[in-house]
């Protein structure tokens, strides 16, 4: 293609973005767009794939028939996010294959928020409180980002998360007004998880790397503060009304911004956690390749199904 034809269709491209249009699997697009879809949905979809294994850690303990049959729905709720993202994410040419190996070789990443072990049930009222809460915050605007199969799918995956937000806030409600000892293991779920949760939302803009250009790109369309600070303002009066403490002492109303001023987040542990260093990195991993492997003759009979499926019908049309 010559330089000329490449400019056009970068015109093309830039004038759909400008006029909020959205850039479908056929389009032409630039390369650094293409790869920096595949690169965020795909760790979108590893994040819920892996996202599974910590509340699946509970499915088997839930404390009744009730919170059983909720936890089962949201996990396998997260199955489907995971396979409506990998299935958007092939659209821009990359193979469901490719895309584990991604993943089980350690070279893609996937939410540092689940590298954290689920110690009690209370964990589970938290997961959905917080983790959830701040995933419907950072999905919620990706429902109108610039490349159509990833727009389309979150519609649906945030509807899915605000149910999920909303049992593990009523766990959290159940516990806080219980016992004095579950409302101490609801508090204890709290202090542990609210720092990870607000790592989720990424690193400080000024550290960000993609911010700028995903921005332009309009695939975010908020960046990583201004997310965390929404979350956090909407967060702190559901935490009231629970009767917990957020573990922050920095944590105050400033009037003048019109939001809450909060205190340093540990961006060493969230690096570390990135790198592989977190409590549990390794465990979800080799989960994750454990059920790869064991997985193959599933994989091989339905293709082998497949193919002979196919033989019949050939021999059956000539
Ligand atoms: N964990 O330039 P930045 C869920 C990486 S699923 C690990 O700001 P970007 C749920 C980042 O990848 C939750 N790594 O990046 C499921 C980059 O490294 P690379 C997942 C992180 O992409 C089950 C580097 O740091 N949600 O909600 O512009 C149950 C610099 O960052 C993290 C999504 O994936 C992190 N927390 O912004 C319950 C949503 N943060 O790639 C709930 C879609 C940053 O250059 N993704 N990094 O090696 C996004 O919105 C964006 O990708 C992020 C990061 C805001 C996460």
């Known amino acids: 293609m010559s330089e000329k034809e490449i400019k056009n269709l970068e015109a093309i491209f830039e004038a759909k973005i400008a006029r909020d249009e959205k850039i479908e699997p056929k389009d032409w697009m630039p390369e650094k767009y293409r ?3 595949i690169r965020q949905m795909s760790q979108h979809a590893h994040s819920e794939i892996v996202g599974m294994l910590p509340e699946g850690n509970w499915i088997t303990r839930a404390p009744s028939l009730r919170r059983k049959v909720a936890l089962l729905a949201k996990v396998q709720d997260e199955a ?7 299935s958007a994410t092939e659209t821009l040419g990359i193979s469901r294959e490719e895309l584990y190996e991604q993943l089980h070789s350690g070279k893609a990443k996937y939410s540092s928020i689940f590298n954290y072990p689920t110690i009690t049930w209370a964990d589970i009222g938290a997961i959905g409180w917080l983790v959830d809460g701040a995933a419907i915050i950072n999905q ?3 429902c109108s980002t610039s490349f159509g199969p990833y727009a389309r799918a979150m519609v649906r995956v945030c509807k899915e998360e605000s149910f999920h937000q909303r049992q593990g806030y009523e766990i959290m409600l159940t516990l806080a007004n219980g016992t004095p000892e579950q409302k ?11 720092w990870p949760s607000l790592m989720m939302f990424g690193p400080t803009d000024d550290m960000s790397t993609h911010t700028e ?3 332009k790109w309009k695939l975010k369309r908020k960046t990583n503060d201004e997310l965390r600070q929404q979350f956090i303002d909407q967060t702190v009066p559901q935490a009231n009304i629970l009767g917990l403490s957020i573990p922050d002492s920095d944590l105050k109303w400033n009037e003048e911004r019109g939001h809450y001023d909060f205190g340093p987040i540990n961006w060493d542990e969230f690096w570390q956690v990135v790198k592989g260093h977190g409590p549990c990195n390794k465990e979800r991993l080799q989960t994750r390749v454990d059920a790869w492997e064991e997985g193959e003759w599933v994989r091989d009979a339905a293709m082998a199904y497949a193919e002979k499926k196919a033989e019949r019908k050939v021999k059956q049309a000539g």
């Open 140 to 142: 919620v605007p990706l």
């Open 184 to 194: 101490e293991m609801a508090q204890d779920a709290l202090n542990r998880w609210w």
């Open 213 to 215: 250009q995903s921005m």
């Open 35 to 37: 790869k920096t879809h």
């Open 80 to 86: 489907g996010h995971g396979l409506y993202l990998y």
